[in-house]
Every structure is written in C-alpha cells, then in structure tokens.
C-alpha cells in the first residue's frame, strides 16, 4: 500500500529520541459524522495497481504512517515485508499467505480454561506494552448522534503482525476488562471499517477459547489487499424481521448482521450483537466474529457491491492453546478465508480441500450448533417485541 511520507500528521508519530516517548503523551484521533464513508468503497478490477495509488482516508493516512514508522523503529518482533500470496484453487476463494516469522515469533498464549475466564492483572495485558506501541486514541466529536457515553479507545501495534497495518483496538485498558465483547468495543470496531476508505481494512474479535492470546478486552484491525469470500456470500433470513440471517458458501456457516451505515440501524445491529455474544459467552460456547464492508444480505454474489458493513458471527469448538503441527489456527481471519499459513512446506502443499478440513473440525456438533441457532433466533425476535 502506497503510504505518504510528506503527511502532515506529525503529532502521531514518535519523537527521535527514546528517552521522549513515554512523555509526549497519547494523541487523539478526532472524528465525526462526516468521516464515516458510507457510500463509494469498492473494489476495482485491478487490485493490485488501484491499491498503489489508493486515495487514503484521513484515518488511513494517520494508522499507516505512524505503524510504518514503528516499524521502522524497531517496535515490532519482527520486520514485516510483503507476504508471499495465493488464492488457492476451488470454490471458496481461500486467501493463503506465508507468514513464517508470526508463527514463530509470536507471544506464547496465555493459560486460558474458560471462555468466561476472568482478567488476571498478573498476565501480561496491555497496560504493561512499551509507550511507543500506542498509535493514538479513538475520540468521537461531541454530538454524534445515538450514543450516550464516550469510551476511552486506544489503537496500539500489534507487535506479531498477521498484515500491513495489524492493530489492536483496546477500550478503556486500566479498566482491566477480560476478552468478553462490549457494545463499546464493537462500536469502535464498526466505526473503524467506516473511518477507511480502503475496502480490505477489516476488524475482527476472538473470544476466550476461539484462539484469543490474551486475556484483555481488544479487537484486530488490519489492511488485506483482497476480496474474502464473506464480503458477497449469499445468505437466508433466521428472523422475519430481516435483522438475523445465515451465511452460506463460506468456509463456515455463520450468523450474518448487516447495517448500510451510521446511525439508529448500526446502533441496533450493535445491540443484536451483543445480545448474541453475551448468550455464547454465558453458555461457555467459543466464538469469533469479522467485520467488513460487504454486500446486503440475500442472493449476492462475490462480485456483489459493498454497499454496507457485514458482521459474520461463528459459535465454534472452544480450543486452547495453539497446535503447532496444523498449516494454520482457526480464528477470525480463518473462518472469513484469510488463511496465514506457518511454514512453506504447507504454504506449498495446502488445498481447499485439506483448510476445509482443518476449519470444519473446529465448528460445533449438528445438534448443538441448531441449538444455538434457535437461540439466537429467539433472542432477537424478542429484542423486537
């Protein structure tokens, strides 16, 4: 991705000497209605030369010149070149790239055992990171409407980067709040995707036992230069008031919400969210869920426009710890088809078939995922009552 080096952004990047980080203090982004894009963000014929003169957005242009500069700098684990790619061939459309140095450098995950596990202050969490992994703060202007209470939202490095521009969006950290999702959070999340003008800036949240390696309320955000197969999958309505659907065609099922852009819609898409994740959490059942621009709900197709923000929900097998011996975890970016393959034998020898295989085996029982589905169903058809 083309990044100016001439932004006059200063204030977000870090002062030459070390010894001044911890004093300059955290930056605000400061937004309002006007810098959420709702409309005019698709993909071109030609990705790759489109996204060398991407015209970026403000929030663009303030993230990526401030990473790149951490990176630079040293902040990272490792240096992040560009990752070798390949749609693997079938029906899906999986997203395969080698990323050797996070499979190995990565920060072990922590001693997880529940999916309502509480935070530990003695774990590592992100108030013990380095003062110059902290890229700014999250701060909504005054009077946008439908939301009472602003929280605090710090963007921080992601210092094992799966991609260009891998943050991390952590509310109110000092609160110590364990990796359960809040509305908050998800707001931040949604407004996030509509802050960029770049069509593959996604965000995504793993849940205790859905691959979560810290136990510290944060979501993922990170730029791909490629179409997923979630953006424009076709799906079926669960609920007659249209606001629940399933998604098909994709590595797996999923429960789709959709909203065309800010306002009332959003605010209740963020309710019906939580309500949801709230139940899987209660009920000990892992989970992951993505956040893109993509196609509304129904009959679509890949090629479909990307009129609104889709938020694909997976209940999965609850799983601790990470296997090493498997080509990839299964975790949000997985089961939306962005596969970050660890070595490259696999990255070599991987097909639709056997990442089929590997994510299939981490969703839940027939019986159970119906269980959750009625659930579900029900709940929001009583959010409509």
Same mark, same amino acid.
């Given at each position: ?122 774990? %590592? ?194 799983? %601790? ?65």
């Amino acid at each position: 991705m083309a990044i100016p080096h001439g932004s006059n952004e200063t204030s977000y990047l870090l002062p030459p000497n070390k010894e001044d980080w911890e004093g300059q203090g955290i930056p605000d982004f400061v937004y309002g209605q006007k810098d959420l894009m709702q409309e005019g963000i698709q993909w071109p014929r030609n990705v790759p030369s489109f996204l060398n003169t991407l015209p970026l957005s403000r929030f663009d242009t303030v993230l990526c010149s401030a990473w790149r500069q951490r990176m630079e700098l040293g902040l990272f684990r490792y240096c992040l070149g560009e990752l070798q790619t390949q749609t693997l061939p079938g029906t899906v459309g999986f997203v395969a790239q080698l990323n050797v140095e996070r499979g190995v450098q990565r920060r072990p995950p922590q001693n997880i055992r529940s999916v309502r596990q509480p935070f530990d202050p003695e774990q %590592f969490n992100f108030n013990k990171i380095r003062p110059g992994e902290v890229l700014f703060r999250l701060h909504r202007e005054p009077g946008l409407p439908d939301v009472l209470q602003q929280e605090e939202i710090l963007v921080l490095i992601n210092v094992s980067p799966l991609e260009w521009g891998h943050v991390l969006l952590v509310p109110e950290p000092a609160r110590g709040l364990p990796q359960r999702l809040l509305p908050g959070a998800l707001r931040a999340g949604l407004e996030a995707v509509l802050l960029s003008s770049h069509p593959g800036f996604r965000i995504g949240f793993n849940s205790l036992g859905g691959l979560a390696s810290v136990n510290h309320l944060h979501l993922h955000g990170y730029y791909l230069a490629h179409r997923l197969p979630v953006e424009g999958a076709p799906s079926e309505p669960l609920d007659p008031g249209g606001h629940l659907y399933l998604l098909q065609a994709v590595p797996a099922p999923g429960f789709l919400f959709y909203t065309s852009g800010p306002g009332p819609d959003l605010e209740a898409l963020i309710s019906r969210v939580c309500l949801a994740t709230n139940y899987l959490t209660d009920h000990e059942i892992a989970h992951n869920l993505f956040v893109t621009r993509g196609a509304p709900p129904g009959k679509t197709s890949p090629s479909s426009a990307l009129t609104g923000i889709r938020v694909i929900l997976w209940a999965r097998k609850s799983s %601790f710890g990470i296997k090493e011996s498997e080509a990839f975890n299964v975790a949000l970016c997985e089961l939306a088809g962005h596969l970050p393959v660890k070595t490259s034998q696999d990255f070599s020898s991987l097909t639709e078939a056997a990442a089929l295989a590997l994510i299939q085996d981490c969703l839940l029982p027939h019986d159970q995922a119906e269980e959750v589905r009625a659930a579900l169903v029900a709940l929001v058809a009583q959010e409509e009552q």
